[in-house]
């Protein structure tokens, strides 16, 4: 899908809003569009940059915190996943790759806040420790994505056949 500089703004600036306004925790839209972007964005460049610019223009206003970096990391590996998909969109592999991600950035993530951090003993158990408490959150991150991956990419099927129909 061949975009405009417009258009990827506007994207960008809807994605970061997602994480601004009043949301259940990782419940946002980030994720879906690192998903979206690698499918359907034809540029990888911009499939990649879309993504990190909502996370950067949000972190910008929400805070910048020292568990970044394995976050843009997360949402990289989401894009990957996305150019995976590319020529192939139906509601199963959307789906699936959704929740792919979703387990993805639970995993990621939470490894990133276990080996960086010290709120848990750097044991076997408190790897445990650090997953078992993330669960809550991992239900509003596949939530988040599955919501707004069915949005975008049922977005862009309707935009392509308003294409087709009008050529």
């Known amino acids: 899908m061949k975009l405009t500089a417009q258009a ?9 809003l997602s994480r601004l306004v009043p949301h ?7 994720g879906s569009l690192a998903l979206f972007g690698g499918a359907c964005f034809e540029g990888a460049l911009a499939a990649y940059l879309v993504p990190l610019a909502a996370m950067l223009l949000s972190d910008a206003v929400i ?3 020292r568990g970044m970096p394995v976050i843009y990391l997360c949402f990289l590996l989401t894009t ?3 150019r995976r998909m590319q020529g192939r969109r139906s509601i ?3 789906a699936k790759m959704s929740c792919l991600s979703s387990v993805l950035f639970y995993a990621v993530s939470n490894f990133g806040v276990w080996a960086g951090g010290s709120m848990y003993p750097h044991t076997a158990q408190g790897l445990a420790l650090c997953y078992a408490a993330a669960i ?13 991956s069915a949005v975008l990419f ?3 099927d309707l935009a392509d056949r308003a ?5």
């Open 80 to 82: 990957l996943l996305g």
């Open 24 to 30: 259940p925790p990782n419940f946002t839209a980030i």
């Open 163 to 167: 294409v087709l129909a009008t050529a």
């Open 8 to 16: 990827y703004t506007a994207i960008v600036i809807a994605a970061a």
């Open 92 to 94: 199963g592999l959307v």
């Open 154 to 156: 049922a977005a862009a």
């Open 63 to 65: 805070g910048f915190h």
């Open 136 to 148: 809550p959150f991992f239900g509003n991150t596949l939530a988040g994505t599955m919501i707004y």
